[in-house]
């Protein structure tokens, strides 16, 4: 790891997320009982139904951010692994099928990123994080290999749309036996080292609409201007949040071939952080042929308080763009 004896110091921090969690629990809520309803929590259809519950427009967009991954069944999917605990090994098998609810592993997806499905590999402690794409046959068992050396429960996340049906990412739990030897979480920042390149964050994520937030790659003090497209955009970010490994949603601000977009050394995304708390956000980068992930510690604070609610802190300048 890179700081293995990272603290939590939140005074070390450059990156500070402002959320109006308030708001966002109404519309959340909203968002949610609507989901139930119609199927999948990521049905933007579902936004002007609710947009009664908040004052601002922008703040009715809440339905994308509902993190997923949280559950191993949802929406009528199921994610299956075939082996829940496996030996520690550097190329470790994994084995998984999506099945419906009546247990028929799902076979017709949407592309989504260039791929099908994106499994995610982490441990528990936010170490170790791999972006991995596995291959299907026809009966709908996908397998790849993952790097397993270091012993320790690990959650791995299934990021997919079946076709005809809404996005969802699931999580599930998987445990490599031998010595679990947790590291702490790298403490807060917006500089991230990797393969002799450095990336830079900048930007203010507001928890309900969401923000753009940016990535600059410099490689020995040049910015890196050649990036190369990796997933359909010249970046692809997960956020996952440090208490329950919650599965942020983050899009891309752009795309290679647009005509606006360019392949560094700025790579945007747009954001949002569905509470405050610490979060743990890996960008992937393709450059020289290879994907490297740069790793970001985030502490997302509490929104100031609402109209008709005591605050004893003072209120932040930023507002998330109000
Ligand atoms: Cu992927």
Redesign the pocket.
């Given at each position: 790891m890179k700081n293995p004896f990272g603290s939590d110091d939140r005074s070390a921090g450059l990156v500070r997320i402002a959320g109006f969690v308030g708001v966002v629990a109404l519309a959340g809520v909203a968002a949610f009982g609507i989901g139930r309803a119609v199927g999948p929590i990521h049905n933007n259809s579902s936004h002007d139904s609710h947009s009664s519950a908040s004052t601002d427009a922008d703040m009715t967009e809440g339905s994308d951010m509902q993190p997923g991954g949280l559950a191993a069944t949802q929406d009528g999917y199921t994610l299956q692994l075939d082996d829940r605990i496996t030996a520690s090994s550097a190329e470790a098998p994994i084995r998984f099928r999506i099945v419906d609810t009546a247990g028929a592993p799902v076979t017709d997806y949407q592309t989504e990123?260039d791929?099908e499905l994106?499994?995610i590999v982490v441990r528990r402690d936010l170490s170790g994080y791999q972006?991995?794409?596995p291959v299907r046959d026809a009966a709908g068992t996908w397998t790849t290999t993952a790097d397993l050396s270091r012993a320790g429960d690990y959650k791995v996340f299934a990021?997919f749309a079946p076709t005809g049906a809404a996005g969802i990412t699931l999580g599930t739990d998987l445990a490599v036996g031998g010595d679990y030897q947790p590291v702490p979480l790298p403490a807060e920042s917006a500089t991230a080292v990797v393969d002799g390149y450095t990336v830079q964050m900048t930007g203010t994520v507001a928890a309900g609409p969401g923000s753009m937030v940016s990535f600059k790659v410099t490689q020995d003090g040049t910015p890196v201007t050649d990036l190369q497209p990796y997933?359909g955009a010249y970046g692809?970010l997960v956020a996952l949040r440090s208490t329950d490994l919650a599965y942020v949603h983050v899009h891309p601000g752009g795309a290679p071939g647009d005509g606006h977009t360019a392949p560094g050394p700025d790579v945007a995304f747009h954001m949002t952080a569905p509470s405050a708390g610490t979060y743990r956000l890996f960008l992937d980068f393709k450059h020289g042929d290879r994907v490297r992930t740069a790793e970001f510690t985030v502490n997302v604070e509490n929104a100031p308080a609402m109209p008709g609610h005591q605050s004893t802190s003072p209120a932040p300048a930023h507002h998330g763009g109000h």
């Open positions: 990123h791929k994106h499994l972006h991995l794409h990021d997933l692809h």
